[in-house]
């Protein structure tokens, strides 16, 4: 298991674990971030991730993408 923020780009990977207080977890749920979801990274710059998820692009910072384990 490792961060998000380590996925390699343009791999599926599929959601272990999402850590955090109970707001970031519902937040990330709300974009689609479920535990037996799938999310590939598209791009990566400073740490802030661009990923697709549920058929959705998102942009999420490094410090949300270190609490989705996949």
């Known amino acids: 298991m490792m ?4 996925a390699e780009a ?4 599929q959601i272990r674990k999402i850590g955090g207080r109970e707001e ?3 937040f990330l ?3 689609g971030f ?3 979801g799938y999310v ?3 791009s990566e710059m400073n740490g802030n991730l661009i990923v ?6 998102v942009a999420i910072d490094k410090e949300l993408a270190g609490k989705i384990m996949v």
Not at 3 to 6: A, G, K, N, R, V
């Open 29 to 31: 749920e709300s974009l």
């Open 3 to 6: 961060p998000l923020s380590m």
């Open 40 to 42: 590939t990274v598209v």
């Open 24 to 26: 970031t977890r519902r």
């Open 52 to 57: 697709n998820v549920k058929e959705s692009r």
């Open 10 to 13: 343009g791999k599926m990977n």
């Open 34 to 36: 479920v535990v037996g």
